[in-house]
Structures are given as structure tokens and as C-alpha cells.
């Protein structure tokens, strides 16, 4: 079976763009609204132990989330998403002819 690769059409990039910005926003409002909250708690109260561990945790979740995907951009690692499912499929169909090669002698 040959490897068919096509382009995403213009709809296919409209339906991954709204669905990558009805993630993200969201995500995004959630996080900062929970940074405010922890900053308005430090300022109210001046509770700084209490906040200054959740604070990190989440700085440098988020900052390693976002190397990872400035990683995986660098490396192309978006460019072709389909390709990996059909070198799959190709490794599936050469094993199993191997097999029936190996049964029959």
C-alpha cells in the first residue's frame, strides 16, 4: 500500500485553528485567573508561604510545557502529522508479509 499524503484544505486548517483557539483561550483564562487569585490573596492578606510554592509549580509547569512545544515547532514535529499513521500501517503490512514468509518454508 502506497503512502498517500495529501494537503489539509482550507476548512481542515479553519476547524484545527477554532478548535486549537477554543482550547487555549479558555486554558489560558483559567491560569490567569488562578494567578490573580493568588496575587490578591498575597496583597490581602500577606500570605506568602501559601502561595509562593502553587505559584512556582504552575511557572514552571507551564514553562516546561512551552519549551516542549517551542521544541517540537523547531523540529517539524507539526509539518506532517498524517505521515506517521501510514509508516505504521506500511511496518504492519511488511511484518506480517515476513511472517507469512517465515511460515511457509
Known sequence: MAA???KATR???WVVWGLTIG???PA???F???IYEFVRVVLSEGGTEFTLIPLANY???TLG???LMIWAVLH???QDVEAPKYTMLEQEERLEAGEKAGKQT
Request: with cysteine; aromatic share 12%.
Open 23 to 25: 482550547i487555549l483561550v
Open 59 to 61: 511557572f514552571l509547569a
Open 11 to 13: 476548512g481542515q486548517r
Open 65 to 67: 510545557f512551552v519549551c
Open 4 to 6: 498517500v499524503i495529501r
Open 76 to 78: 517539524g514535529m507539526f
Open 28 to 30: 489560558s483564562l483559567g
Open 32 to 34: 490567569g485567573t488562578k
